[in-house]
């Protein structure tokens, strides 16, 4: 048998990515020991129940030493301070990255706290749920999606050539860029539809001319579809939103120009200008669809209890 890619791997958090993770490092056996750190004694105890790792700490700074890759999966918002507390205890030679999909912030948070013996390679795997916590993880999330890392000038090409490994035996296709441009595109594909669906949903909370039972009650797939998204780890969301504020709010500012610009279309019956925008963005899910990125099936192929695909 050979040996694993890595020998201590070190999951700083163990959320829905950092679950996913433990899961398929042990499916695919990727490391030899598989270390948990989270500061919740709940969260570490449902951890240890599932059998997710091989050690657990309370202490991250504890959890990393010895450990040749540690991976980062807290909320953006708390990475300096974890890098603030491992940063003494890594090893020479370890390599460091996270999951947030956040890459430029992360990076000055947390670089500036590494020791230079160290390789910092910020990474974002682009998967995942609305679910958030160990119960969460399944060994499959990262198959067939891609993980962009954004390692910068004078990364160790072997560093980088071995985490590429890792992500790629996780089922990943991986690809690099720039930090400040994965900012920029992410902003687009999922800040700008999430904060969307926040706003949605919180707007049909907040109607007084519906009653919130009409609102559960008539939701059409639609409405579904926003609640789905609207569901997602608001600790995760919130500093999102403030770690990546200028892409956010310069998509927010086209959005609304193009929101006005609707808002004309249906006041002056303009048809053609509404048919040819619903026209535009469907051939934007058949794109998709051939691309590998979404399934052709009724309802994003999701099923119902009984197995089906949902109505």
Same mark, same amino acid.
Request: aromatic share 6%; net charge negative.
């Given at each position: 048998?050979?040996?694993?890619?890595?020998?201590?791997?070190?999951?700083?958090?163990?959320?829905?990515?950092?679950? *996913?993770?433990?899961?398929?490092?042990?499916?695919?056996?990727?490391?030899?020991?598989?270390?948990?750190? =989270?500061?919740?004694?709940?969260? %570490?105890?449902?951890?240890?129940?599932?059998?997710?790792?091989?050690?657990?700490?309370?202490? &991250?700074?504890?959890?990393?030493?010895?450990?040749?890759?540690?991976?980062?999966?807290?909320?953006?918002?708390?990475?300096?301070?974890?890098?603030?507390?491992?940063?003494?205890?890594? *090893?020479?030679?370890?390599?460091?990255?996270?999951?947030?999909?956040?890459?430029?912030?992360?990076?000055?948070?947390?670089?500036?706290?590494?020791?230079?013996?160290?390789?910092?390679? $910020?990474?974002?795997?682009?998967?995942?749920?609305?679910?958030?916590?160990?119960? &969460?993880?399944?060994?499959?999330?990262?198959?067939?999606?891609?993980?962009?890392? +954004?390692?910068?000038?004078? =990364?160790?090409? $072997?560093?980088?050539?071995?985490?590429?490994?890792?992500?790629?035996?996780?089922?990943?296709?991986?690809?690099?860029?720039?930090?400040?441009?994965?900012?920029?595109?992410?902003?687009?594909?999922?800040?700008?539809?999430?904060?969307?669906?926040? #706003?949605?949903?919180?707007?049909?909370?907040?109607?007084? =001319?519906?009653?919130?039972?009409?609102?559960?009650?008539?939701?059409?797939?639609?409405?579904? @579809?926003?609640?789905?998204?609207?569901?997602?780890?608001? +600790?995760?969301?919130?500093?999102?939103? %403030? #770690?990546?504020?200028?892409?956010?709010?310069?998509?927010? &500012?086209?959005?609304?120009?193009?929101?006005?610009? %609707?808002?004309?279309?249906?006041?002056?019956? @303009?048809?053609?200008?509404? !048919?040819?925008? !619903?026209?535009?963005?469907?051939?934007?899910?058949?794109?998709?669809?051939? $691309?590998?990125?979404?399934?052709?099936?009724?309802?994003?192929?999701?099923?119902?209890? $009984?197995?089906?695909?949902?109505?």
């Amino acid at each position: 048998m050979s040996d694993p890619l890595f020998q201590r791997v070190a999951l700083i958090g163990i959320g829905l990515i950092g679950s *996913s993770l433990a899961r398929v490092m042990r499916r695919e056996k990727l490391a030899r020991e598989i270390i948990i750190s =989270t500061r919740s004694e709940a969260t %570490l105890k449902r951890a240890m129940e599932l059998e997710l790792g091989d050690y657990y700490y309370l202490n &991250a700074a504890k959890a990393v030493e010895g450990a040749d890759l540690v991976i980062l999966c807290t909320p953006v918002g708390a990475c300096e301070q974890v890098a603030k507390q491992i940063a003494p205890h890594l *090893s020479e030679g370890a390599i460091v990255t996270d999951v947030g999909s956040v890459k430029a912030a992360v990076i000055a948070a947390v670089k500036p706290h590494l020791p230079t013996t160290v390789h910092f390679i $910020a990474g974002h795997p682009v998967a995942g749920t609305e679910y958030s916590g160990p119960d &969460a993880g399944f060994a499959s999330l990262f198959e067939n999606r891609r993980c962009i890392l +954004t390692p910068e000038e004078g =990364t160790s090409p $072997a560093a980088l050539e071995k985490l590429i490994k890792y992500w790629q035996s996780c089922g990943s296709e991986v690809e690099t860029m720039a930090p400040e441009h994965h900012d920029l595109v992410l902003a687009v594909v999922s800040h700008l539809p999430h904060i969307i669906a926040y #706003n949605i949903v919180g707007t049909a909370d907040d109607l007084e =001319t519906v009653t919130k039972s009409e609102v559960i009650k008539y939701s059409a797939s639609g409405f579904r @579809d926003f609640t789905r998204l609207a569901s997602s780890d608001p +600790t995760m969301w919130r500093d999102v939103c %403030l #770690n990546n504020k200028d892409a956010i709010l310069e998509m927010l &500012a086209r959005f609304s120009e193009d929101l006005s610009a %609707l808002q004309r279309a249906i006041r002056w019956g @303009d048809g053609d200008s509404l !048919f040819n925008l !619903f026209t535009r963005t469907r051939g934007i899910r058949k794109q998709l669809i051939e $691309a590998g990125q979404e399934s052709p099936a009724p309802n994003f192929g999701r099923q119902n209890e $009984a197995g089906d695909p949902a109505q």
